[in-house]
């Protein structure tokens, strides 16, 4: 049978890149191209004993099926926390439990987006992101990110442009790849622009506690008076990817549509996951493990930028981000950036081509993005001298 | 500011149905709407000791991101188990692991249908499902369900006035809401007609371990030498639902198009839940496990079957289903089946109202649904009897 497929999976077309990525799953290479959270910074011992604990004191609620919603003790102590962690939700929010924070992504499309709607993104930006967006048939439209995030002016332009642009999608912090964190200044700026215009934000902050330097800055969820802010939090990377928890914090009106939605999709997140989460925060300091785990991405960082300036100091530039995963590292103008990848992965080491994070991945770019929370400190050392090599390997 | 929603999740409105539902979240209500498993189905210790050996040994594993197709030693197990068990998979098939069965129709959906394609289901039929082909903008077309499954004539006359039919939603086994089981002879006709016209066959297999009478049947995947039926198996019914790990069986093609969509919907099923599931395949005997819970609903079957047949017998009709979880019953003509299902919910009893399970939910049918593996035996007794007393509160 010849398969005929929907128009908008057909648009997601296994590319080029994906090839490159492929070599990230293979156990002899140094991965700078992964996004996965510190290993080392996962509370097992904890997990551990509260896993035990729930299955022998509420094994039914653990393993029965929930409610679409979310488990409601977790659902009481993340709003809890996020009003106290961030002054985060207003009268009008309201929570829902998610299977990881791509869901938010995913349900924020779907009750929004027509096909042929536009989302309107950073350029770059995360590209498991960007594929939720176009498997809605959704169209990208990209505004650049600077120094201290989104090119506002850019921003304004595209939305006196774009009737039928639906949300605008940002990571205000340690931006992915770029690692660039918006500034105040912009932060109110997009708000009151999204507000003026009548366009949802969706403000997605996986790394926002993953903070290594200077101050915090407001989430805009904070400043969202009028009910035009999606908030996706996510405990991937300050508890556990793998346990698939995140949540949404967004107005009522809009959360009820997403429940709807999840229901249709998922039906709810798993409970025994939702239940070690609840648990984490109520037995431990949530506040003390992430002063821990910003310790050691703080020295990862500090490790990897130490290498690059000795080992690709002439090579690259970059800007030396405030936390998160990522440096996003800008090739010599009269290098071909594909090439110095595939030979990055020939020397055992691979590195995600920046293309991947533009709204059209066959544009050109001169970026390649390191991750600096994967890899061990060896393979850090290893793996930037190695990309020191290939970088030799240039009559310049 | 007023929220302008999708054109698809706008069709999903909340419906009378729904209020109705609602009551079944009252612990008060004695639960014969829902469709839970029995609790006392659930491998406690098992999944206890499980868990706890999975936390200990590999807890990176477990707590780490995963890849979209799924947990490998999951991946190996349940093709090798599904192979013996219901001899399914071919050279041309292999397997996702997904978030809940629910997925399936989800990820078929995304990636075979445009807005306004059609999928031709079973009327009546599960609402979940339903509600999934809604949330994408599909139009749905409905072939009668009868004592044995699908009316196959009806289904060729659709085929033949359908031409943008892009797949046929069957549960073949003790189907949800009707209870039917598919006769051999209409499986292989219902085969022939997809293969003859093109159409993809999904096939949603919840509950076919769930059998307390007769012999079992080949499934349509089984049967599958064109590569045009996409499986969704799950364990909900004999491990535990609120783990959330279910499968996908299908052709290589499409399985590659479903992962993409997987990967930009919530990134991968949770690691701990996949390799509790795998260590429950490996350590236990599932085949024994299965004869334990099919007792177990065999008992409350029976127990409900007699209570209707003593309180009811004169105004309802049922067939008594070879398995599952539910009972279909016709009220007589005369009797307002909504106001039946207001007054039993008045007598602390929650049924389905049978119009949820149609493709328009508005029209109108004297049918009810039951579920006998949720309620307590204590539960059934006096829930039945409460219906009795509503039924004897008309004068017949």
């Known amino acids: 049978m010849e398969y005929k497929f929907s128009d908008k999976i057909s648009s997601l077309q296994p590319s080029a890149i994906r090839e490159i990525l492929k070599a990230t799953s293979d156990p002899d290479i140094i991965p700078l191209a992964a996004g996965n959270p510190a290993p080392d910074a996962f ?51 309201d929570i829902l439990i998610v299977s990881g924070a791509t869901q938010v992504m995913d349900l924020t499309t779907k009750i929004l987006c027509n096909e042929g709607d ?5 350029e770059p930006s995360f590209i498991g992101s960007l594929n939720c967006f176009r498997s809605y048939g959704c169209k990208l439209k990209g505004v650049p990110v600077e120094a ?56 997605d902050n996986p790394y926002g506690d993953l903070r290594v330097d200077g ?55 798993a409970c025994l996951n939702q239940m070690i989460v609840d648990r984490w925060f109520k037995e431990y300091d949530v506040d003390a493990h992430i002063a821990k785990i910003q310790k050691i991405y703080k020295k990862k960082l500090d490790l990897m930028c130490d290498c ?15 936390g998160g995963l990522f440096i996003w590292c800008k090739l010599p103008d009269d290098v ?14 691979a590195v995600v081509p920046g293309n991947a994070f533009l709204m059209n991945d066959t544009d050109s770019t001169q970026y390649i993005r390191l991750n600096f929370s994967t890899p061990s400190d060896e ?16 009559e310049r």
């Open 43 to 93: 509370p097992v011992k904890e997990v551990q004993k509260i896993a035990g604990e729930i299955l022998a004191q509420e094994p039914i609620t653990a393993l029965q099926y929930g409610i679409s919603e979310g488990y409601q003790p977790l659902r009481d102590t993340i709003l809890a926390w996020m009003k106290k962690h961030e002054n985060i939700g207003r009268s009008f929010d």
């Open 118 to 122: 536009v989302v309107i993104c950073e």
């Open 148 to 203: 201290d995030g989104m090119n506002v002016d850019v921003l304004e332009d595209v939305l006196n442009s774009t009737p039928n642009a639906k949300f605008i999608y940002t990571i205000p912090n340690f931006q992915n790849p770029s690692g660039a964190t918006m500034s105040l200044e912009k932060r109110k700026k997009l708000y009151a622009l999204a507000k003026k215009h009548n366009v949802i934000i969706l403000e």
């Open 215 to 269: 101050e915090p800055l407001p989430t805009i969820k904070s400043m969202d008076e009028d009910g035009i802010v999606i908030y996706a939090g996510s405990f991937s990377k300050i508890l556990s990817p793998g346990l698939r928890v995140a949540y949404c914090i967004a107005p009522q009106q809009l959360l009820a549509k997403m429940t709807v939605g999840k229901q249709a999709a998922d039906v709810h997140t």
């Open 308 to 322: 690059i300036d000795k080992e690709l100091g002439d090579f690259v530039e970059y800007v030396r981000p405030q």
């Open 336 to 349: 071909d950036m594909i090439e110095f990848v595939k030979k990055a992965v020939d020397k055992n080491v």
């Open 379 to 394: 393979g850090i050392v290893k793996g930037i001298k190695a990309l020191g090599d290939v970088a030799r390997s240039y």
